[in-house]
């Protein structure tokens, strides 16, 4: 047997004894797999490069959400001034 730092496991397949699933590849749906030790590190470096990647650049979601948030707060500040005022003239 050819010894190999990376596998890409078909689902359902059998991977060689030793090697440990370091981050599921949805778009080729494979497994990656690295020896034991090395499939965590392997693993959690493909995170951290994740995380630099897109967590850092603003998204179109992001700015859905601050115009939300934005909207929510308008709203709330515009119900509080409304009540202050119907308290003032003595409607509530």
């Known amino acids: ?5 990376q596998i890409d496991a078909l ?3 059998e991977i060689p004894r030793w090697y440990g699933l370091a981050w599921r590849d949805y778009n080729r749906d494979v497994g990656i ?3 034991m030790p090395l499939h965590f590190i392997f693993g959690w470096a493909r995170l951290l490069w994740l ?5 850092s650049v603003p998204t179109r ?5 601050q115009a ?3 909207g929510h707060i308008a709203g709330r500040q515009y119900e509080i001034q409304r009540t202050v005022l119907m308290e003032r003239q003595g409607e509530l």
């Open 11 to 13: 689902a359902g397949e």
């Open 61 to 65: 979601w992001d700015t859905i959400r």
């Open 68 to 70: 939300y948030e934005a």
């Open 33 to 35: 797999c690295y020896p």
């Open 1 to 5: 047997m050819k010894l190999r730092l």
């Open 51 to 55: 995380w630099f990647r897109f967590h």
